[in-house]
């Protein structure tokens, strides 16, 4: 392990100065390091293959460089802790499941949290001395060697599958702000509906994946579940974002993705567990809490998500009872009733 982590070490500072668009020679690399010439060019060897450095030649400079000017190797790029905590993120990617982006930022991340070696690249000369003569041995050492990404845990609800084809013409559209076109069947629709709209953003929420965009035919900002998109074309003409069309300016979004135009003020009693769980969380900048003597909560609070609010409520079972709005303690009632009826 000495002699890999030396190897290694050698390899950040090639790479350190590799970029810094320089042209390095094999005889300045070999001098940076105190290696030979041959121990260099095995050096740039194993850049290539075993990190798919996108490196070549200049003979014009008589040195070497990067095709792709932001690529660096990993440790060169964060710090030790980091590399945990990127261990620990992978983790975190199960909750996005079945889309591109989960397999594209995994890949990322699973590089990141490699066992490397942690050093000072602080660019100190006499450090880089004093460790490639082996006389530093005990600042050289795997820095991700307790496996803490399998100590924490994130659960998420029910994925679906994304198909690739959309994800990344999506991804291009909103990058360059082209408008796109696409087939779509809805709850309610018979069949596929062509559909014409501008990309805005991309919204993960309970297991799935959606567009928010603006639909120029109807005047109007919607959702639309990636894993429903079907026949996607990504076109050449553009269109102008506007600085205020931001989901996150249009709702506080803490009930997920759906909302309406209007805001409402809401008022729920809450019971048991569900008053437990509710006390300390914030649902609202606007939400006051009222404190029962029998442990009840009176939350109120205004919001612009009706559905998702309703389910919530509906969720809590006996615990939670809506107070406002009314169409809440109408749909309300009428829903227990139908699951009753059910019985």
Not at 54 to 68: A, D, E, I, T, V
Not at 101 to 125: K, M
Not at 189 to 201: N, S
Request: glycine content about 4%; proline content about 4%.
């Amino acid at each position: 392990m000495k002699s890999n982590n030396i190897s290694y070490y050698r390899l950040l500072i090639i790479d350190r100065e590799i970029s810094k668009s320089s042209y390095p020679s094999s005889q300045y690399l070999a001098n940076k390091c105190e290696v030979s010439v041959p121990t260099i060019k095995r050096d740039i060897r194993d850049l290539k293959l075993l990190f798919h450095a996108p490196l070549q030649y200049s003979k014009k400079n008589n040195g070497y460089f990067y095709l792709n000017k932001t690529f660096r190797l990993p440790g060169m790029l964060t710090s030790a802790q980091n590399i945990k905590i990127a261990a620990s993120v992978c983790n975190f990617l199960d909750v996005v499941k079945g889309s591109p982006y989960y397999n594209d930022t995994l890949a990322f991340f699973e590089e990141l949290s490699t066992v490397v070696p942690q050093f000072d690249i602080s660019g100190n000369r006499e450090y880089e001395r004093e460790a490639l003569k082996d006389k530093i041995k005990t600042n050289i050492k795997p820095c991700v060697s307790d496996n803490l990404g399998s100590k924490i845990l994130f659960l998420g609800a029910p994925h679906t599958i994304i198909n690739k084809q959309v994800w990344y013409s999506i991804l291009r559209a909103l990058e360059k702000q082209n408008i796109i076109s696409f087939d779509y069947r809805g709850y309610n629709d018979k069949r596929p509906i062509h559909r014409v709209v501008y990309p805005y953003q991309l919204i993960f929420d309970d297991g799935e994946w959606s567009l928010f965009c603006f639909v120029p035919k109807k005047r109007e900002t919607r959702l639309f579940n990636l894993s429903k998109i079907q026949k996607i074309d990504v076109l050449d003409s553009t269109f102008d974002k506007k600085d205020d069309v931001d989901f996150k300016k249009l709702t506080e979004g803490v009930f997920g993705r759906y909302i309406e135009n209007k805001y409402e003020s809401f008022e729920i009693l809450l019971k048991g567990y569900s008053a437990e769980y509710s006390r300390n969380r914030i649902f609202s900048t606007t939400q006051k809490i009222v404190r029962k003597d029998n442990g009840d909560i009176i939350i109120s609070f205004r919001s612009n998500q009706y559905a998702p609010i309703k389910a919530w409520v509906l969720k809590q079972g006996a615990n939670s009872i809506p107070l406002k709005p009314k169409r809440l303690v109408d749909d309300w009632k009428n829903e227990i009733i139908k699951m009753y009826k059910n019985l």
